[in-house]
């Protein structure tokens, strides 16, 4: 469990690729490789990662982390080149306070910057995400203004949504702007995507209360609805 409150920029240093996925090396990293152990997972832009080797001792240190096919599929990781800076937040510790909000590090899918605009010492950033398909459904009925969303690991505060555009918008602060990749990222650029996951689990016991799939628990809800109108016309007839 992560808290999205993310902790240091490492840089990419190698990507090694075959058949089964890539492993990734990231530098700079020694700022939060004091207390690793192989096996502790790390989110690295937003992607909870195990950590396969590491030294810290090395200059600047570094750790090495597998990249399946799955996490390339779902994620920007695998258009990531050597130079780009990653963010990075170890998993959650219990003695620490939890600022953030709950975050799994297990990415949603991925939205496109389409617009960047200044606001004082603030960005206005907003996102477009790709049309729905079957496999990949609308992440937007989890989105709502001044609600979470976590963007490349980042906890963020939601500032608007439009589902008929498939947008939605954050707004960063200069502190923030300087201690994540986000800010950087020029339009047209992939950022990954968690949405909150208590919105995922009303959305499903609602729809479980109504009766079945989205779709069918809907369809349920309002034939529900007809026969109640229905019976109340008929009682006073």
Request: one cysteine or more.
């Amino acid at each position: 469990m992560f808290t999205g409150l993310i902790e240091h920029l490492g840089t990419v240093s190698s990507i090694v690729t075959d058949a089964g996925g890539c492993t990734l090396t990231i530098a700079d990293s020694a700022a939060i490789l004091g207390d690793c152990h192989i096996g502790d997972s790390i989110a690295v832009n937003g992607a909870c990662l195990t950590v396969t080797e590491f030294d810290p001792q090395a200059e600047g240190g570094w750790f090495k982390v597998w990249l399946a096919n799955e996490t390339l599929d779902r994620t920007d990781l695998g258009e990531r080149k050597v130079g780009d800076q990653l963010n990075l937040e170890r998993a959650m510790g219990a003695h620490v306070r939890f600022g953030g909000h709950f975050v799994q590090a297990h990415v949603d899918g991925t939205a496109t910057v389409i617009e960047r605009v200044p606001d004082g010492d603030s960005l206005r950033l907003t996102f477009q995400f790709p049309p729905p398909t079957p496999e990949r459904p609308s992440l937007l009925p989890y989105l709502i203004p001044k609600g979470y969303v976590t963007i490349d690991g980042a906890s963020l505060t939601l500032t608007g949504v439009n589902d008929a555009e498939r947008k939605f918008s954050v707004m960063l602060i200069m502190h923030t702007q300087e201690k994540i990749t986000l800010s950087r990222k020029p339009i047209g650029g992939k950022v990954n995507i968690e949405v909150d996951m208590v919105g995922k689990y009303v959305l499903k016991s609602v729809v479980a209360a109504l009766g079945g799939g989205e779709d069918q628990g809907l369809k349920s809800l309002i034939e529900k609805v007809v026969e109640e109108v229905l019976a109340k016309k008929g009682s006073s007839s």
